[in-house]
């Protein structure tokens, strides 16, 4: 993190990995990987709704807060990667 004379954080540059997900059923979405091995065409489970869904790994990106494809705030998780 940097942090300017004032005190505030001007920017915080840690890598995350966003992954592209085709879910089963048609619906496309960005999710961040806290799996550092994942690839495209891997088989995940993800947050759907209140309920999960399993689905494909379209794109795989490295990134940091400021260029991520969606705002990490609002950006969930994978939850596993399927055998």
């Known amino acids: 993190m940097i942090h300017s004379l004032s005190g505030g954080i001007i920017a915080d540059y840690e890598n995350l990995i966003y992954a592209f997900v085709a879910i089963d059923g048609g619906e496309k ?9 994942i ?6 489970k993800v947050p759907f709704g209140r309920t999960t869904a399993e689905g494909e790994v379209l794109r795989v990106e490295c990134v940091t807060k400021q260029t991520a494809p ?6 969930r998780e994978i939850e596993e990667i399927l055998q």
């Open 39 to 44: 690839k495209v065409g891997d088989r995940v």
């Open 70 to 75: 969606y705002p990490v705030n609002r950006t």
């Open 29 to 37: 979405a960005w999710f961040i990987s806290p799996f550092p091995l």
